[in-house]
């Protein structure tokens, strides 16, 4: 049988080549995609960029053994089932191995029909698994644009859905462009206010000298130049949403008239003499630490309270192990149907490149990476070199399963400051370290920069 396009994949992984090449004849044979590695440490090279649906793996390997890897797969992936296959079964080995998340475990020899039925068994798994994660995600009707699979973004749907049924305020935190106003969007929009106005502002964006009339309007004569009355963007959502994005650029003044609205749900127009009741939600985003700011009293605390009701923290692109491929994939069929060409290919170092750059600006980004390379890249396939010059240092040597603590160590700091072009101040913020403690390791482990 040929292999399906959409067929599922499989990772099978055994020192013995003769072994190899049965299983991958074998699981070809019944229409598997068949992908294979003689260790732990190719296996690991390879689920970096490959998506697996399952992974079949030896007990006993050269260095490191099948049972790291099953480690591996379930510390680091979460949508791959683990099948363990061993010449020397023992009941300590098997249980251990479940334990520690190996769906299956197949003693050798096997024939094809108990491989068959154990490899069926574990996708069956993987794809019930799939769909009550489908479930999770499909209590919300319109996702606005987000995307994302692993666990920070299941996460993530949760609040959303959490949030969308109440009308309670929300802090929406995170690092600039990982998507906190997508979030707020979401929320809106699978909300009841949803037919209702969602309006964004953003806080820093507007002259202090005119928050107060943009956001609650003004009567005429209120101020030289308010030559009729306007209703201001509080009217405007009425029954809807307002998402004050940046609320940390707020000056004292307007957190006070803020602070009002929040506690007596209640506004007044410039020049009014009467407050009106106002039905508005309020969400706010900030990239910043705004509890930070409380305690250095540059924000009003009894605001920040007010706003924190739900708090929702957005992580950033670096943290979301796997969503960066996912990601990478969603953005390049985007891009390339827009540009009516086919979506490109990358080479497996380009994946490793962008998988493991530091990406400082997050999805926004790492959106405007893919499309510039789909846009300047004549290749079918995209290579390290069609990347950015900053990014194409951020390859790996190999997996760090079978380093030191202190390689680790060099070849973390090493790759940050690659990623920084060499900018110690950055590299030290980074890795969270001061500028001293980062040269004195550059010393003591002799990096040049
Ligand atoms: N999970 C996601 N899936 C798809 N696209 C995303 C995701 N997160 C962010 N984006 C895209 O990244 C860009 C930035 O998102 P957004 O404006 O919501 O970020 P932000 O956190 O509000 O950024 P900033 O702090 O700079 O205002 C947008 O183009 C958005 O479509
Ligand atoms: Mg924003």
Redo the contacts with the bound molecule.
């Keep these: 049988m040929p292999s399906r396009k959409d067929a599922e994949s499989i990772l099978v992984v055994d020192d013995a080549p003769e072994t190899l090449e049965v299983l991958q004849r074998n699981l070809s044979g019944q229409g598997y995609r068949v992908l294979t590695a003689p260790s732990v440490e190719d296996a690991i090279r390879i689920l970096k960029v490959e998506t697996v649906d399952l992974v079949i793996t030896d007990l006993k390997l050269p260095k490191i053994s099948g049972m790291d890897l099953v480690r591996y797969v379930r510390e680091n992936l979460t949508d791959t089932e683990v099948m363990m296959i061993t010449g020397y079964p023992t009941v300590e080995g098997a249980v251990e191995a479940v334990k520690i998340g190996a769906e299956e475990f197949l003693a050798k020899p096997f024939t094809d029909e108990e491989l068959f039925a154990a490899v069926k068994r574990s996708l069956d798994t993987l794809s019930t698994r799939r769909i009550r994660k489908a479930q999770t995600t499909s209590k919300l009707d319109n996702l606005c644009?987000?995307?994302?699979e692993g666990k920070a973004?299941l996460r993530i749907y949760d609040h959303i859905s959490k949030a969308a049924s109440t009308s309670a305020t929300v802090l929406i935190s995170?690092?600039?462009?990982?998507?906190?106003?997508?979030?707020a969007r979401a929320i809106h929009y699978n909300s009841p206010r949803a037919t209702a106005p969602f309006i964004p502002i953003n806080c820093a964006g507007i002259p202090e000298g005119l928050f107060e009339s943009e956001l609650f309007g003004h009567r005429k004569g209120a101020f030289t130049g308010a030559i009729s009355t306007r209703t201001g963007f509080f009217q405007a959502a009425e029954g809807g949403t307002i998402f004050l994005?940046?609320i940390s650029e707020t000056s004292p003044a307007m957190q006070v008239k803020l602070l009002r609205v929040l506690q007596d749900k209640e506004i007044c127009m410039v020049g009014a003499r009467q407050a009106e009741k106002v039905d508005v939600r309020i969400m706010a985003?900030t990239?910043t630490d705004l509890k930070g700011l409380v305690e250095k009293s540059i924000f009003r605390e009894d605001l920040f309270f007010r706003l924190n009701v739900i708090s929702i923290q957005?992580p950033p692109l670096r943290e979301r192990g796997d969503?960066i491929l996912h990601?990478i994939h969603?953005f390049s069929a985007a891009y390339a149907q827009e540009l009516d060409v086919p979506p490109p290919k990358f080479t497996r170092q380009a994946y490793q490149a962008l998988r493991n750059y530091y990406w400082p600006g997050?999805?926004?980004e790492l959106?405007n990476v893919i499309q510039s390379v789909i846009v300047m890249t004549d290749d079918k396939e995209i290579d390290v070199s069609d990347l950015p010059q900053h990014m194409r240092f951020s390859i790996p040597e190999g997996s760090s399963i079978d380093k030191t603590l202190a390689q680790v160590e060099v070849d973390h700091i090493q790759l940050i400051l690659n990623s920084v072009d060499g900018n110690k101040t950055q590299a030290a913020q980074i890795l969270g370290i001061d500028r001293k403690t980062l040269r004195e390791k550059l010393k003591k482990f002799s990096i040049e920069t």
Excluded: F, I, P, W
């Design positions: 644009g987000l995307t994302g973004m995170g690092e600039s462009g990982t998507g906190k106003e997508l979030v994005d940046e985003a990239n957005v969503d990601l969603h997050n999805v926004r959106e």
